[in-house]
Nanobody, 122 residues
Framework: QVQLVESGGGLVQPGGSLRLSCAAS?????????MGWYRQAPGKQRELVAV???????NYADSVKGRFTISRDNAKKTGYLQMNSLKPEDTAVYYC???????????????WGQGTQVTVSS
């Protein structure tokens, strides 16, 4: 039973920082999965915030570049999202994702966490 569990969300003032964690457990070879963070605000579509490949390459949404940093610790089977200089528009439920697509066998392994609320407000 593979599970992803997010933690670290909460209420923070504009300009503040939060560090989100995503702990994986169960039968997953975490190191070979692409890991990403998504967010969704009420009434809006879920959007990709940041992604890190198994090789360590990263990509960020333009709205968070320079402020957020995605990382992973494969030994701990945990992903992280460091969020600095937070803005009210960062308010959303944040979800972690781990995905492995095997095109040769048409198989997809895709796991999601339950989400953690991040609220940026004064």
């Amino acid at each position: 039973q593979v599970q992803l569990v997010e933690s670290g969300g909460g209420l923070v003032q504009p300009g503040g920082s939060l560090r989100l964690s995503c702990a994986a457990s169960g039968g997953i070879i975490f190191s070979i999965y692409t890991m990403g963070w998504y967010r969704q605000a009420p009434g809006k579509q879920r959007e990709l915030v940041a992604v890190i490949s198994s090789g360590g390459s990263t990509n960020y949404a333009d709205s968070v570049k320079g402020r957020f940093t995605i990382s992973r610790d494969n030994a701990k089977k945990t992903g992280y999202l460091q969020m600095n200089s937070l803005k009210p528009e960062d308010t959303a439920v944040y979800y972690c994702n781990a995905v492995l697509i095997l095109t040769t066998t048409s198989r997809r392994y895709d796991y999601w966490g339950q989400g953690t609320q991040v609220t940026v407000s004064s």
